[in-house]
């Protein structure tokens, strides 16, 4: 079936409400395109989705979905996964549904490696709530509930991965269409925890990491001689923490994704129409 | 002597209490003799009294008593703990060579075992309250061949040697009370033929999850809910299941939410301060219509309360909590066995009707070990009804009029067809916030009446389709009725037996289903006295029966941290009528 789909097959009849010119587009966009080039179909993917502008995606695709409540996203792709390994699933959210409300989950879904993918529309900003500092706003950045600037560093959600012992982790720019689609592929087909933080800028609430920052600051990592399968290459330049990159940064090539671990294979949807035959062992083992 | 043997070992928490207990309780119950355990333990692994009691008989068992016939003590707070259980014909086991000078009370008989020395001369000083179960069975004249079962299965898997020496620790304690000790209270207890499991109420909802085909479980760990989980790691697994050990609660549902709508039938249980946790969670199961089966295995609150002590508070919060209006059903098994037949059930109800259902269950239920026919695990018995669900093949059927599938159809009892992820052309979102038939959010007030009507509409159909029936004992045409709800069940039900000898006839209806609920107006009506039996302060359940039968209704509440026992909870009853009298 893989070969007939097309990245509109994901697109469902419904209009993003989102500003024009947010940055969740080209995210979108880059995502469908990266499932239709992995050739999976709308009816063997599932999308799951936090709270915030950014949460809003699984309404605009077409697939399995489920927009649950705020930063808690990943353990319901979890679920869905485990339960279903034939399944390709996507996580979805934002800087503040991931790495505040929802970040005790994220660095138990790195550690946890189940293979999925989790993209993260980082615009800096909460969007949906008009405008209040993330977990990513810059020090000194001027919101309305951070009159001065938070005043305390943002999180470095790349560095926070690599400490949980992230299996893939790479950024992306939501406006480098070319970049971000093969970055989210290669999340997609790495056998584990993908995760892609992505600059999506968020044109209505925060007029310091615009476009045009991001254009003139990123760095490709593919113009740089970086090798990401090697570990503290990357965590140099996660640490540095004074450039933009565009890649994958890091990428373990001997990833074990948690099924394998655990053994997990089968469909959980299909079970027998009474108890199993040998359910009688279950009660006397209380002899 | 009496048919009923009442025992216990106690010492400090890490004393080996829990296990010995078992093997004790074990040995009985192979013996064909009717066993309930209950456990006294505080919240600490190392330190702090804990104790291991079992009543027995030839006859079947459903609560404790105030009444010990052999006390093993391992530590003189033991005895005192207990001086008041412990009466002329009672035995305590100690060991005379401990630091500690034991002092029996008046008139009890002690027995002072060389515990540590005996066990040494097995092979072992850690064998000694294996000692200990020897000189039990001399005292109460039970054959220790059944023991010697009881050690091997327990010990089979760590070899040979081991089982020996621990038999032979066992014969050394029976051995040194008969060569020592000639004229003790005469016991002699009964063995019968009688096949028999011993189980306690987790492991009944663990075996019961997996016999309903429950494969996916995720949970964090919290008395006394923990061993729902422990039994389901390792065995699910070979049924194609996993168990996931969460990072929080949190997590824990949406990973079984997550698994349920992939199509597994999944099932997260948890205690009072989980549930808070997974209140927000709740909201999203009931709104996007997600089978699940959420178990509260309740303890004392709130906050963290007393975490190892019984208390039905929950029922409120399984019933009403979470915002907004959210359907949902409530269901809590009255014994052991039930706890497995009501989890089966519970995973159907979820399905049948796609919400979320409560499966209140609590600590004195989670803890307690009884004894049971194997009949009532009836695996033959199971049916499973996953509901309306949709494959490839007559999915167009549900199609709107540009072929996207609708999982909230608004369908006339309520229930849409569900398609598994994976299925052709059933591509769909779902969400917590108010949607349409197509899963899209949507603030328009006639869609929003309608889901809302939808969403209630399931309840109305469960009320008709399905028996919230109760379970009644006693008698029939007594003026005096008793309703309670949860583990209460047993003590109850030994209760009446006291009442009758006082001449006083009860009619006893015991109710597994908060909600639905059967309707109780005519057997309220049809009794003088109403009492409503529960484990808390407020009477929550008295509450919602006044509310259905509009009558004030007599309460007889404990909150103590410790489940009725079936005299005490007899003479409260009786006080209770006697209030009536004086004016
Ligand atoms: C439990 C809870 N707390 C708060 C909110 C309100 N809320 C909605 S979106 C949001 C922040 C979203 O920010 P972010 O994740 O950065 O996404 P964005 O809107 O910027 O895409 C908050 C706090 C909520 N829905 N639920
Ligand atoms: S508020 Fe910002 S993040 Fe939200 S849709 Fe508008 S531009 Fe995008």
Known sequence: MSSEIRFTDFKSDKQPTWCPGCGDFGTMNGMMKALAETGNDPDNTFICAGIGCSGKIGTYMHSYALHGVHGRALPVGTGVKLANPDLEVMVAGGDGDGYSIGAGHFIHAVRRNVDMTYVVMDNRIYGLTKGQASPTSREDFETSTTPEGPKQPPVNPLALSLAAGGTFIAQSFS?????????????????GFGFVNVYSPCVTFND???????????????????????????????LEGDKEYQGVIYQDENSVPYSDLHGLDANMSEIPDGAPEDAMDLVREFY | MAEDLNWAIGGEAGDGIDSTGKIFAQALSRAG??????????????????AYKIRSSTDRVQSVVDRLDILVALTQRTIDENVEELHDDSVVIYDGERSWDAEIPEGVTGVDVPLKSLAEDAGGAIMRNVVALGAACQIADFPIENLDESLEKRFASKGEKLVENNKQAARLGQEYVEENYDDLPEYSIDTTDEDLVLLNGDEAIGMGAIAAGCRFYSGYPITPATDVMEYLTGRIDQYGGTVVQAEDELSAINMALGAARAGARAMTATSGPGIDLMTETFGLVATSETPLVICDVMRSGPSTGMPTKQEQGDLNMTLYGGHGEVPRFVVAPTTVAECFQKTVEAFNLAEKYQLPVYLVSDLALAVTEQTFKPEEFDMDAIEIDRGKVVDEDDIDQYLDEQDRFQPHYDAPDGVSPRAFPGTDGGAHM??????????????????????????????????????????????????????????????????????????????????????????????VEAAEEVIVVECNEQGQFADLLEHDTLTRLKRVNKYNGVRFKADELADDIKAELEAEVTP
Not at chain 2, 36 to 49: C, E, H, L
Not at chain 2, 463 to 490: C, H, K, M, P
């Open chain 1, 175 to 191: 406006s480098d269409s070319q970049r971000h689609t093969e970055i989210v592929q290669k999340a997609i087909e790495h056998d």
């Open chain 1, 208 to 238: 310091v990491d615009t476009y045009d920052y991001f254009r003139d600051s990123i760095v490709d990592l593919a113009d740089e001689d970086h090798d990401p399968t090697d570990r503290e290459a990357a965590k140099k330049k996660i």
């Open chain 2, 33 to 50: 003799r009717h066993v309930f355990t209950s456990k006294d333990f505080a919240s600490r692994i190392r330190g702090g009294y804990t």
């Open chain 2, 430 to 523: 779902s969400t917590g916030l108010e949607h349409n038939e197509l899963g899209r959010r949507t603030e328009d007030t006639d869609e929003r009446v309608k889901q809302v009507d939808k969403r209630n509409r399931k309840v109305e159909t469960a009320e008709q389709e399905e028996d919230w029936d109760y379970r009644e004992f006693g008698d029939e045409d007594a003026d005096t009725l008793v309703i309670s709800w949860g583990s209460n069940e047993g003590a109850m039900v030994e209760a009446l037996d006291f009442l009758e000898d006082d001449g006083i006839d009860v009619r006893f209806i015991s109710v597994p289903y908060i909600f639905p609920r059967p309707d109780l107006t005519e057997e």
